[in-house]
Nanobody, 116 residues
Framework: QVKLVESGGGSVQAGGSLKLACAAP????????MRWYRQYPGKDREMVSS????????IHAESVKGRFTVSRDTSTNTMFLEMNTLKTEDTALYIC?????????WGQGIQVTVSS
């Protein structure tokens, strides 16, 4: 069973920073595009950032551009999401995903709460 394990969430005041991490098995990390999604209560997931396994090529949603940075560490098979200048609207469940050729894998999610 493939497990993606998120860590680093928590509560912070607006304007603050948090860094999320997602650990994945090596074969997934090396061959799949890794993504961060977030989900608000009662809403569908929305993609926040993605990073591929090769170049790496990064994509960030418009709502987080300039504030969030996705990165990956191949030595530890871990993807990171550095979140700066956090806003109350960034409060959500953040979910790590691995999008592979024939399947996708999802973490359980980790809560980020930004207070004013």
């Amino acid at each position: 069973q493939v497990k993606l394990v998120e860590s680093g969430g928590g509560s912070v005041q607006a304007g603050g920073s948090l860094k999320l991490a997602c650990a994945a098995p090596k074969f997934v990390f090396s061959n799949c595009e890794m993504r961060w999604y977030r989900q608000y209560p009662g809403k569908d997931r929305e993609m926040v950032s993605s990073i591929d396994s090769a170049r790496p090529f990064r994509i960030h949603a418009e709502s987080v551009k300039g504030r969030f940075t996705v990165s990956r560490d191949t030595s530890t098979n871990t993807m990171f999401l550095e979140m700066n200048t956090l806003k109350t609207e960034d409060t959500a469940l953040y979910i790590c995903a691995a999008i592979c050729t024939i399947s996708s894998y999802w973490g359980q999610g980790i809560q980020v709460t930004v207070s004013s």
